[in-house]
């Protein structure tokens, strides 16, 4: 059959003689054509262009595989790809062959009589109709791929979605409103959403391609008669089409009465009033109405008249505006405004149960505080012994001293805020602050950074710097005045180092928080070592060389993993190199955050990776989260927003497009090995429905908890985000009550950061007793809604995971009584006069006083406030030093070098209603050197420790100090800058021990 639109060949056809320069034309020869080189090099150029885009894009795929393979997750990396590969091709091709269908059956009862033709009107689009009928196979194939690619790769994005509807898991726990399982809202719901969107889509895709195809070939005439402007074959693809996108809208509005206990309302998450008398009632009817019309509009297809389906559409409009729109507003301004808290009372307490259910608030143990702690007899000793663990070693501001004491290179470096773990040691558990020495690239001089030197010379760190968060050295005896060592880069400073047994701990780092982008590690056979490293006790101007020998890295000695290398990271050295060669392996995407979040791409990964020294080798330990917008009826709130405070920096977390979450669970405890990058993932959390599902859908990726090290055990920790969640959602929903909840006057809030009011407090870890005897905690304070000077609550949470109680949340409630809350401390610390009269030698002329963090610690049923005091003195190289330690208990204020001395000190003040004293102590010579009973704990050649007040001559510590600085200029000598720094510190404690004694 002879397509209607194709002109004949003839004499005024379009190939007929008359085209000019044609057979039998008039034109006459055809004239010689310019030269086509341009264009042959045009051609050539978006070649290449698309050659290397080709190339690029091939590499960034086969480089990422490569790297999955080369950490033992290459089964997640296959999982990962199959199912988006999957998912793109049933949604591309559904979509594709509906607009292919759809186009084609428009064209294929295509009117025989179009217009333009002798007795029918001329509607332009002619030339139209002459380009297209000829290739209409191609055209109807291109508009149905471009389509299907855009439906392919919506639907790949929804692997998550997919997934877990796949491996779907019950919660055992039903919502009050539609008693179906939580699994349906966090399994089933999102993907059945999808699944009608997509068929909706496809409804209008294909509604769009039949209106287009009928108009260009005369199936829909705009200017026709009522009754003719649409052909018998386009009212039927219309009105079919019409009828699944109704149809489908029906089961969206059936679908959505589901969502109404997950949207988030003005008040809470979850089913309100208005939603369950107006707005669930309203979906149900629109959904009938939608089927009703569906069926209209099917109707029509026999019927050939649109005046019903016309009805149905306006009917369907207006109940959507009255039912949807009016209704529930009404609704909401007569019957709830006037009386929220009768109209919403059930409603909150349903969404109080879940949001306590869902962040595991209903098991926070909450009791009432009040009384006197400590007796008067023997009240010194017995606080001594209470708080000789508290951590006066700031994690942030101790990170100076690191780098100037312990970071014998310039081109290492420790983090801006360093963590706290514990270690047992002889028999006790001590807490240490402690960073790993990471190599710093920019230290290097910048003529030496070159691409040898960053990318296969300088390739790793050395070793953890680590020091006793009590300031008491490791037999646990008398507080010192200086720094205690746990590991440092002396040969004496070997705590770690002994307790992960006779042979320490491998001290590479080739994976860490700022390992370089990427390294080339191996020895050439033959050759020798180009790595640096940095043994212990090596003080030698030598450059000491070693090899990577680890398993992870990806094998680059053919050209071709070179050449993909090369072209991913823009860098032909990779293939040009010396350096690069049959034995060499690559080592990229070597943060731990990052390689956890890679392997285990279901996974939100807690913001604070940290370090522990486990069987000999440096562990990089990380929680993470499985996480969910969908659980009905619990708050939703930003996690970001719920994680803030003075610490935290930006957290990054990408599990779900928006960081609103409403149900948290620390699921999977993984690490990170520094040396040779082993990832290891371990089921945490057994009972987690969500966890399951993935251990399904990634099989062997996370191994049991029973398999789990218990040298690994006691370094877990309870992770600072889940708890800063909880904690957040806890200051409002620790009100069971609803009229309480909604009125709000019982309200708590997380109190500002002392030292930087903009941001919240972070919580501390730290020994602390909340009556159940001393355990290694998580802990906060809470105060009163917009009353920060005042004390409402202290929390702490067991974080022992070797113990049974592990995880447990204490609340301390104290009575309605003003007590000092952290504000207030700060400021009473600030304006105490004995605290600014020690103070003033420290903070005059080019000194600064620096107040580390302020801790809250229950003492019995009374708090006792801490605070390390820090001075540093003008200069890039001068680095704080802890001088004084504030203490505010029964509302007395004390102050010592020492932490028994300002116990003591607060013990024999006066006190005072806002915690100050009103005269100076009983001790006029209040100083550092409070403390002269005291036996001097330093040793020979180390730091001074307690200061003996007069009981040392001035003359002595001068000549002291002047052999100090003798040693200082001798060890710079040496080349050793931190025997130099060390000693230069301790001339000048000496210094400023004479001038005190001097008055």
Request: aromatic letters at 10%; one cysteine or more.
């Amino acid at each position: 059959m002879s397509n209607p639109f194709d002109r004949p060949n003839g004499p005024t056809g379009p190939d007929g003689p008359q085209r000019p320069g044609g057979p039998g034309g008039t034109g006459g020869a055809r004239p010689v054509t310019a030269s086509r080189r341009p264009g042959a090099l045009v051609i050539t150029a978006i070649v290449l262009v698309l050659a290397f885009m080709l190339l690029s894009a091939f590499a960034s795929f086969w480089t990422e595989r490569l790297w999955f393979g080369s950490v033992g997750y290459q089964d997640v990396f296959t999982t990962l790809l199959l199912t988006r590969i999957g998912l793109f091709f049933v949604f591309a091709g559904l979509m594709a062959a509906a607009v292919a269908v759809t186009m084609a059956m428009a064209y294929r009862f295509r009117p025989v009589l179009w217009p333009g033709m002798p007795g029918m009107p001329d509607d332009g689009m002619d030339r139209y109709r002459e380009l297209l009928a000829p290739r209409m196979g191609w055209v109807i194939g291109g508009a149905a791929a471009v389509m299907g690619l855009f439906a392919g790769a919506s639907a790949s994005g929804q692997w998550r979605s997919y997934s877990l509807w796949r491996h779907s898991q019950d919660f055992g726990t039903t919502d009050p409103y539609f008693d179906k399982d939580v699994g349906f809202y966090v399994f089933d719901l999102p993907f059945w959403h999808y699944i009608v969107d997509f068929v909706m889509a496809v409804a209008v895709v294909g509604l769009i391609a039949s209106l287009l195809m009928n108009y260009l070939f005369g199936g829909i005439r705009l200017s026709g008669r009522p009754g003719e402007r649409l052909t018998s074959a386009a009212q039927i693809q219309v009105s079919a089409l019409l009828a699944l996108f109704v149809l489908a809208k029906a089961v969206d509005y059936w679908l959505d009465r589901f969502d109404l206990v997950t949207n988030s309302g003005s008040i809470f998450t979850g089913m309100g009033y208005t939603d369950d008398k107006a707005v669930l009632p309203a979906k149900e009817i629109l959904a009938g109405i939608a089927i009703v019309c569906a069926l209209l509009f099917l109707a029509n297809i026999w019927r050939r008249t649109w005046l019903l389906p016309s009805v149905g559409v306006a009917l369907f409009a207006l109940s959507a505006i009255i039912l949807g729109l009016i209704v529930p507003t009404l609704v909401q301004a007569i019957r709830v405004n006037p009386n929220v808290p009768d109209r919403e009372d059930p409603y909150i307490k349903a969404n109080i149960d879940a949001t306590r259910a869902a962040y595991q608030l209903d098991q926070i143990d909450v009791r009432n505080v009040g009384g006197t702690a400590v007796s008067d007899d023997g009240e010194l000793e017995a606080l001594d012994g209470l708080t000789d663990g508290i951590p006066l070693v700031d994690p942030q501001i101790v990170s100076e001293i690191f780098e100037q004491q312990q970071q014998v290179r310039a081109y290492y470096s420790v983090p801006n805020v360093l963590d706290v773990d514990r270690y047992e040691i002889d028999g006790t558990d001590r807490a240490v602050v402690l960073g790993v020495r990471e190599l710093d690239q920019s230290g290097l001089a910048e003529n030496d950074q070159n691409w040898s030197n960053l990318h296969t010379a300088y390739t790793h760190g050395n070793g953890v710097i680590a020091a006793f968060a009590n300031q008491r050295p490791e037999d646990d005896s008398t507080q010192q005045s200086g720094i205690q060592w746990a590991e440092g880069a002396e040969a004496d400073e070997d705590t770690l180092s002994r307790v992960a047994g006779e042979d320490g701990y491998e001290t590479r780092v080739y994976f860490g928080e700022q390992s370089p982008t990427y390294s080339i590690v191996g020895q050439r056979p033959g050759g020798a070592p180009v790595e640096f490293d940095l043994p212990r006790g090596d003080r030698s101007e030598e450059d000491v060389a070693t090899t990577y020998d680890g398993e992870a890295g990806v094998p680059i000695g053919n050209i071709f993993s070179q050449l993909l290398y090369a072209v991913r990271f823009s860098e032909p050295n990779l293939l040009l190199s010396s350096r690069v060669h049959e034995n060499s392996k690559i080592l990229y995407d070597r943060n731990p955050r990052q390689m956890v979040e890679k392997v285990a791409p279901w996974l939100t990964v807690d913001s604070d990776p940290y370090p522990a020294v486990v069987d000999g080798r440096i562990q990089w330990i990380l929680d993470g989260y499985t996480v969910t917008d969908k659980y009905p009826l619990s708050q939703k709130e930003s996690l970001e927003e719920m994680t803030d405070d003075s610490l935290q920096e930006n957290t990054g977390f990408q599990t779900l497009p928006t960081d609103e979450i409403n149900y948290l669970r620390n699921s999977v405890k993984a690490t990170v090995d520094a040396y040779d990058g082993t990832v290891s993932l371990y089921e945490w959390d057994k009972e987690d429905p969500i966890l399951k599902a993935w251990m399904e859908v990634f099989p062997d990726s996370v191994q049991p908890k029973e398999d789990i090290p218990d040298s690994l055990e006691e370094h877990l920790r309870y992770p600072e985000d889940l708890f800063k969640a909880q904690r957040f959602q806890f200051q409002r929903y620790h009100e069971t009550s609803a009229s309480a909840w909604f009125e709000g006057s019982s309200r708590w809030e997380v109190p500002s950061d002392p030292q930087r009011t903009t941001r919240l407090q972070p919580p501390y870890r730290l020994f602390t007793d909340t009556g159940e005897g001393e355990t290694w905690s998580l802990t906060s304070v809470y105060v009163p809604r917009d009353k920060e000077n005042n004390l409402a609550a202290y929390m702490a949470v067991n974080s022992d995971a070797t113990s049974d109680s592990y995880g447990k949340v204490s609340v301390l409630q104290l009575p309605n009584e003003p007590t000092g809350g952290p504000l207030q401390i700060a400021n009473t610390f600030a304006t105490n006069e004995d605290v600014s009269q020690a103070l003033l030698p420290y903070t005059t002329g080019d000194a600064n006083r620096v107040p580390g963090n302020l801790l809250t610690v229950p003492i019995g049923n009374q708090f006792m406030y801490v605070q390390p005091v820090y001075t540093r003195r003008d200069g890039e190289s001068n680095f704080p030093i802890l001088r004084f330690v504030l203490v505010s208990y029964e509302n007395r204020v004390g102050i010592g070098t020492t932490l028994v001395g300002a116990i003591e000190d607060a013990l024999t003040s006066d006190a005072s209603t806002d915690g100050s004293s009103e005269e100076p102590t009983d001790q006029p010579s209040e100083e550092p050197t409070q403390e002269p009973t005291e036996e001097p704990t330093q040793s020979p050649g180390s730091q001074p420790t307690q200061e003996p007040g007069g009981e040392t001559d001035v003359a002595e510590l001068l000549r002291q100090a002047d052999a100090k600085f003798a040693e200082a200029d001798q060890a710079q000598q040496d080349g050793d800058t931190v025997r130099w720094a060390r000693l230069m510190e301790e001339g000048r404690q000496l210094i400023e021990q004479a001038v005190r004694q001097l008055g």
